[in-house]
T-cell receptor, first 118, second 116 residues
């Protein structure tokens, strides 16, 4: 199967600090990863598309200077929430695009990171 | 633009009864369709997908879904629900004609509650 990990699974930080979340594809290479945000009992909101070796593509309304994305290798993408504030508290989920084999092309999701900003 | 509708916020079913979770979609080209399940405070788990071929797709944990092009639907089904199937279910679509990055559009989600 295709396994995606996220670290940390939860984090509590003070307002004004920065938090880095890692997303790793464990058994496949992912040139494309996605970062989502999910509010309680709501659907996933795509924040950005992360491509290995190039700049991320952000969705409309997402501040690229606040949510820094780096995709430095084929198995790792990071999301850094800079100068976090309480309104940034949310559940952040990453996914990795697996398109090995004919007709694959599926997104596999990490377990999510619960961010709480005090 | 692609969109997905899950018309039911919640589906209640007794254990052992058939379970259906509805999904309709709108795309300009050919769709890739997916179902995922989410348990509390967890990421999404892949259940099944339709790319091409047979309209009836079988997936994990006894789930299946039927692609109906004329009705633009991709309903998720399970013949006999288990209490452990209680979770949040998401339908997702990718428009093959307009998107090259593999971005998904997710439905709002349907909470499934299976009672003993």
């Amino acid at each position: 199967g295709a396994v995606v990990s996220q670290h940390p699974s939860w984090v509590i930080c003070k307002s004004g600090t920065s938090v880095k979340i890692e997303c790793r594809s464990l058994d496949f290479q992912a040139t494309t990863m996605f970062w989502y945000r999910q509010f309680p009992k709501q659907s996933l909101m795509l924040m950005a598309t992360s491509n290995e070796g190039s700049k991320a593509t952000y969705e409309q309304g997402v501040e690229k200077d606040k949510f820094l994305i780096n995709h430095a290798s084929l198995t790792l993408s990071t999301l850094t929430v800079t100068s976090a504030h309480p309104e940034d508290s949310s559940f952040y989920i990453c996914s990795a695009r697996d398109y090995r084999g004919l007709g694959a092309d599926t997104q596999y999701f990490g377990p999510g990171t619960r961010l709480t900003v005090l | 633009a692609q969109s997905v509708a899950q018309p039911e916020d919640q589906v209640n079913v007794a254990e052992g009864n058939p379970l259906t979770v509805k999904c309709t979609y709108s795309v300009s080209g050919n769709p890739y369709l997916f179902w995922y399940v989410q348990y509390p405070n967890r990421g999404l788990q892949f259940l099944l997908k339709y790319i091409t071929g047979d309209n009836l797709v079988k997936g994990s944990y006894g789930f299946e879904a039927e692609f109906n092009k004329s009705q633009t639907s991709f309903h998720l089904k399970k013949p006999s629900a288990l209490v452990s199937d209680s979770a949040l279910y998401f339908c997702a679509v990718r428009d093959m004609e307009t998107d090259s990055w593999g971005k998904f559009q997710f439905g709002a989600g349907t909470q499934v509650v299976v009672t003993p």
